[in-house]
């Protein structure tokens, strides 16, 4: 109960000393900065969700995306229309399985705290910051 109320306290604290002086000059859009002030916990805290829980989900879709587009193109390498034939692709996917695993962890990691951070700050709580979006690489 504590925190809650430290936290509470401190983003009035941070409200005020951020949108004090903008809220004197009518030029500058007081309003809009006073807004903006005081979703900077709400964004920080989305944008921590975010990374947290959209990275596992992007480690996993990309390594499926990655085993996917891999074993058909590497079966192809065996031979023309290789990729519609079961045994060849069960073949290839000794080599292509471990492969999209550790290309997927990789850049699964980079977009999921990409998409967590950038989305979760700019759009909190929102599906893209999570990962869940139909592109990860925009």
């Known amino acids: 109960m504590r925190i809650a109320k430290f936290a509470a306290i ?6 005020i000393a951020v949108a ?3 809220l ?8 809009e900065t006073a807004v903006d002030a005081a979703l900077v916990v709400t964004r ?3 944008a921590t ?5 959209g990275t596992p989900i ?9 085993y996917k587009d891999w074993t058909p ?3 192809d390498k065996l031979g023309s229309n ?4 079961a045994p060849a692709c069960l073949l290839v996917s000794v080599v292509t399985l471990p492969a999209s695993i550790v290309w997927g962890t990789v850049s699964g990691a980079y977009y999921g705290c990409k998409n967590g951070m950038v989305k979760g700050f700019n759009e909190p709580f929102h599906p893209d910051s999570f990962s869940l979006g139909q592109d990860m690489e925009k």
């Open 44 to 46: 920080v805290g989305a």
């Open 82 to 85: 290789a990729k519609d034939c």
């Open 24 to 31: 004197a000059d009518e030029k500058s859009g007081g309003v």
């Open 10 to 15: 401190l983003s009035i604290a941070l409200t």
């Open 73 to 75: 193109a590497a079966a």
């Open 58 to 66: 992007a480690v996993v879709r990309q390594t499926y995306k990655t």
């Open 20 to 22: 004090a002086p903008s």
């Open 49 to 53: 969700a975010g990374t947290i829980v």
